[in-house]
C-alpha cells in the first residue's frame, strides 16, 4: 500500500559525479513507488529532493545557496516537503551544523541510507523532522530500487565506496570503503534493463579496477566484464572510473577481446608530477600511468581516453605543473575534465603547507584548458573522412531536427537521419569536426 492516495509531484535536483546521478535515480524510484511523479516545476512540487555533493567547498556554498532558496517556497507552500540527501550529509559531524542552518528541511539522509527513504517519508508525514545518518553501510546492497527501466542506457552500480583516501578527497569518509555487488546480482540487473529495452550500461563504482577485492575465491572486473559481455541483445558496455594503479594487463586484454566493452577509458591522471602524485596518495608514477597508456594503445589502437586533472594542488611549483602540460601531450587525451584544487576540510590535504593562491590556480587552468583544447581539436579534425559505430541516442539537445549518438570512443556526433535509427547502431563517416562535436552522414 502506498502512502499516498493521489499523485503528487517530485523535483530532484542532483550535484555531483554519476554515483550521486546514481542515487538520485534510486530516489526517484523510490518516490514513484510512493506515487510521486516526477516534474521539474518547483512551484508544482509537493516534495523537493536536494541530492547533494560536498567534493568541493565551492559546490558545497552553491548547494546551501539552495537550500536556503527553498525556505521561501515552503512559507508561499507549508505543505511541501523538503528532503536533503548525500555526500554533504554524510559528513561526519555535518548534520546538526546543517540542521541548525536550515531548519524548514523535513528529511535527512545519508548515503547509506537512500533505501530507507520511503521510511523516513512516511514517518515526516506526522509534520516532525527526521534524520537518518548511517557512519556504516549495515543494509544489504540489494535492498534499494535498482536503475529505471525503460532507458536506452542505464547506469549500473557494481560496487561502493573506495578505498584509496587520495589526499584532497572526502569520498571514503563519506561512502565508506568499498563492497562489492555480487556478480549474479548485477548480472541480473543489467539482463532486465536489457528486457525493458536498455541497449547500453555503463557500469559504476569510485574504482571499478578494484571490483571483488573483497571476495573470495577470487573474482575480478575482467571476469564481470567477459560475463556482462555475454548477454544477448546489449549493444554496449562502458565503465566509470578506473584508478591507473589497478589497471591490470588482464582487464585491458579483456576488453580487446570483447565485443561490446567500448574502447573508452578515463583515466584520472590529477597530476603529471611524481612528487604531487606522492602528496595526493596517488599511489603511481607519472612513468607507471604512462606505461598503462603504452599498454591500452598496443592492444587496442583505437582507444580513445578522457582524464582528470586538479591544477594548484598544494605545494605545486611551476615545474610540476609544467610535467602535467606535458602529460597531456604525451597521451592524447580526448577529453580532460580539469579543476582548481579546493580546500576540503576533513582531507589531509587541507591542512598541507604551500596552498596556492587563487590567480596563480585560475591562470594555471587556463593555460592546461587551452593546451587540451587543441588537442581535443586535433583529435577531432583527425576523425574526418573515417567511418565509425555509432550507438543512435535519438534528437540532439540543441537541435531537435538532427539525432545524435556516441562513438565506442564515447565522442557526440551529430547527424541528420529518420528518427526509426533509435537505439540502432548506425557507420557514420565524419564530415566535420570541432573541438568537442562531430558532424556525420549515415554510411549506407
Ligand atoms: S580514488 Fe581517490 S579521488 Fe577517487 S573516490 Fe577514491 S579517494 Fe576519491
Not at 110 to 116: A, S
Not at 216 to 223: E, G, I, L, R, V
Not at 314 to 321: A, V
Not at 351 to 367: A, F, N, W
Amino acid at each position: 500500500m502506498t502512502l499516498l492516495e493521489k499523485e503528487k509531484k517530485v523535483v530532484t535536483i542532483t550535484y555531483g559525479c554519476q554515483m550521486s546521478e546514481r542515487d538520485a535515480e534510486t530516489l526517484t524510484e523510490i518516490t514513484r513507488q510512493e506515487g510521486y511523479t516526477s516534474s521539474d516545476d518547483l512551484e508544482d512540487a509537493d516534495l523537493v529532493i536536494v541530492n547533494t555533493c560536498c567534493v568541493r567547498e565551492s559546490a558545497e556554498n552553491k548547494i546551501l545557496g539552495k537550500i536556503g532558496d527553498l525556505k521561501k517556497l515552503k512559507e508561499k507552500k507549508p505543505d511541501l516537503k523538503i528532503a536533503i540527501s548525500g555526500c554533504m550529509v554524510q559528513q561526519p559531524g555535518a548534520l546538526e551544523r546543517l540542521q541548525k542552518r536550515a531548519p524548514h528541511v523535513d528529511i535527512w539522509a545519508g548515503t547509506h541510507n537512500l533505501h530507507e527513504f520511503s521510511d523516513l517519508l512516511h514517518r515526516s508525514e506526522t509534520g516532525k523532522r527526521v534524520a537518518e545518518i548511517w557512519q556504516e553501510p549495515h543494509q544489504t546492497l540489494e535492498s534499494a530500487p535498482l536503475a529505471e527501466k525503460g532507458k536506452l542506457q542505464a547506469n549500473v552500480n557494481i560496487m561502493y565506496g573506495c578505498d584509496n583516501f587520495c589526499s584532497y578527497c572526502i569520498v571514503p569518509y563519506v561512502r565508506g570503503r568499498e563492497r562489492s555487488r555480487q556478480p549474479q546480482d548485477i548480472i541480473k540487473e543489467i539482463k532486465d534493463l536489457v528486457a525493458a529495452g536498455c541497449k547500453e550500461v555503463t557500469l559504476l563504482g569510485q574504482n571499478v579496477n578494484s571490483y571483488g577485492k573483497d571476495f573470495a575465491p577470487s573474482y575480478d572486473f575482467a571476469d564481470l566484464l567477459q560475463e556482462v559481455d555475454q548477454i544477448p541483445e546489449l549493444l554496449r558496455i562502458r565503465f566509470i572510473t578506473s584508478h591507473p594503479k589497478d589497471l591490470s594487463d588482464k582487464l585491458i586484454e579483456t576488453i580487446a577481446r570483447g565485443k561490446k566493452l567500448c574502447e573508452h577509458f578515463h583515466l584520472p591522471l590529477q597530476s603529471g608530477s611524481n612528487s604531487i602524485l606522492r602528496c595526493m596518495n596517488r599511489h603511481y608514477t607519472r612513468e607507471y600511468y604512462l606505461s598503462r597508456v603504452a599498454k591500452i594503445r598496443e592492444l587496442l589502437p583505437q582507444a580513445t581516453l578522457t582524464t582528470d586533472i586538479i591544477v594548484g594542488f598544494p605545494g605545486e611549483s611551476e615545474q610540476d605543473f609544467a610535467e602535467t602540460l606535458k602529460m597531456i601531450s604525451s597521451v592524447h587525451y580526448s577529453q580532460a575534465f580539469t579543476f582548481m584544487y579546493s580546500k576540503r576540510s576533513g582531507t589531509v590535504a587541507a591542512d598541507m603547507p604551500g596552498q596556492i593562491p587563487l590567480d596563480l590556480k585560475k591562470r594555471r587552468l587556463q593555460r592546461l584548458m587551452s593546451v587540451q583544447n587543441e588537442e581535443s581539436y586535433q583529435l577531432r579534425q583527425g576523425m574526418i573522412g573515417k567511418c565509425y559505430e555509432i550507438l543512435v541516442e535519438g534528437p540532439s539537445k540543441t537541435n531537435p531536427n538532427r539525432l545524435t549518438g556516441r562513438t565506442r570512443g564515447n565522442i557526440l556526433v551529430v547527424f541528420d537521419g529518420p528518427p526509426e535509427v533509435t537505439g540502432s547502431l548506425i557507420t557514420l563517416r565524419i564530415v566535420e569536426a570541432g573541438s568537442w562535436t562531430l558532424v556525420g552522414e549515415m554510411v549506407p
